[in-house]
């Protein structure tokens, strides 16, 4: 149970516990008068809107429960309440037509209110049945099928570029060209945000129009990885809201590009802007697929560590002023004092010290934190899209010991708004058995099903173009497949003479898996408790995995209680 449940456990106790001392004395007692809210609520923006329910996004703090009521012209139609666990929630209420209402947010537990106006639009009438399109279509990015899709890791778009795409990738993407067909069915491109938004407002639309068409000419899908670097001192990043080290290094990239903090409300209500007009524009391509976000050196989404990649000392973030300051008021709603988090070093590398309640807290605040930027990042994608676009969750080393530096073991919570899960776990040829320990986690959680292999992980030694293993390569990949996969990605860099070799494999997988139905292997599911696994620094999931099973993450005793000392 998280803090604001015990919160409210906590409530009820001294509520009834104040109702048994009335019944003793026959004078009345004064009802406690609620104090304003520290912050809000305040409505930041109402999707997902059908006849019955809507998600709505809010900002507030120290608020631990909520009362919202639906009008329709002055006239109330619906009320309820709801204690919100994150800054997302959902509303419910009875079938209702078509037209414009009023939501009213309230805070129950202190005072506080807001209103916005939201639209519940007819049914839409499928474009489909009225209107054929002469022209030659892409595949239409179906969620049914089995997918290959090729990663332009590290870089990719570049909208002054003649095809929107860097020139190193147009030459491997036409490497599996074949005369049967492509041997891939899609890219993802990776777009960082300052390419895509240099100034603020202005969107390189013309630049990601270009990439679209050149999928839409070969017929295949496209996907978005969204990096959120921006250039420094380009006024997006406010003072003290850029991710920083234990030790005060910064977050960057290249040396010229910064990362926002995770707690930073202006910073990521800026990120919503960019990543819903960016959906917005993705979507409009009938082969538009998924929209993904990470903050890692390596692009998976977690608590990044800087010097990652780098071979020197590792920093664990979070240590920027907005960041430690969320977690002294976080510490403090657990009646705790304010503690620094200790972090434990060794020569290359650095992973934060959760043997006590302090350091066990700021893994729960950074949990907090992963899970209301992808909630945020997910809304964008979903409004900007109309619900077009599959979001994703990508993550590395699915329950190793790593956890304890990535910080990302909670994932039950972090990703729960997410479509489908996308492990990168793997680091070689040896162990590409973890590759389908990723497929028994994202298929226990009923999310789509992804993960990807490098060079490295098919047979490389490493050096550019030293050739891979092709046996292994199709076996490795029908292997996914069948354990219930549905998209594999090629990673980092292989390179055209690779692609060509690939041809008789990826002819076989073609005919096989390609563009066919998807069918989900039917398997028991067992419950695996992230802790105590996860504060010890231990496997948390590949104990319960018999290679025949479904895991599913719980976090039951993750929050821990609320101390009275």
Known sequence: MNTYGWFCILLSCLATFCSAQNNHTSEPKALPIALPCTAGPKIMGIGEISETGARVQFHGENIFGLSYEIQKEGRSIHSGQVVPASNVIRIHYPNQSPGTYQLVLSGTTCTGTDQQSFTISPPAVNAALTHVSKRSKARAASRDSYELFLNTTGYGYEPDAKNGLHPDWPERIEAFRFSWGYGITGIRLCVRWNDWEPTEGQFTREGLQKVIAYCRTRGLKLSVFFWPWRMQGDGFIPEGHQVTGHRGRPHELDGTKRMGSLASEPVNAKLYRAVHALAQELSAYEGGYYMSIGTASAEEFTNPVIGEGSGGPKEITGFEPVFQEGFR??????????????????????????????????????????????????????????????????????????????????????????????????????????????????????????????????????????????????????????????????????????????????????RRYFNKPYLRPQRRVTPVSITPAFWQGEEIFAPSWTGNNYLKPINDDFWGEIRKD
């Open 329 to 510: 008021l976080f510490r403090q709603e657990r009646g705790q004092p304010y503690v620094r988090p200790t972090i434990r070093e060794w020569d290359a590398g650095a992973a934060l010290d959760m043997s006590d309640e302090a350091g066990k807290d700021f893994a729960r605040y950074i949990s907090l934190n992963l899970t209301r930027y992808f909630q945020n990042f997910a809304q964008a994608v979903k409004e900007g899209s109309q619900g077009k676009l599959l979001t994703v969750f990508m993550y590395p080393d699915v329950g190793s010991p790593q956890n304890a530096w990535y910080l990302h073991a909670n994932l039950g919570q972090q990703a729960a708004e997410a479509d489908a899960l996308f492990g990168t776990d793997g680091i070689d040829r040896t162990d590409n058995h973890r590759k389908l320990l990723v497929n028994a986690v994202n298929l226990g959680m009923e999310k789509i099903s992804m993960n990807e292999y490098d060079p490295i992980d098919l047979g490389s030694d490493g050096p550019y173009c030293s050739g891979i293993d092709l046996t292994q390569m199709n076996r490795e990949f029908q292997k996914s497949y069948t354990a219930g996969v549905q998209v594999i990605h090629l990673a980092m860099s292989f390179c055209p003479a690779e692609i060509k070799g690939m041809e008789p494999h990826l002819r076989n997988l073609h």
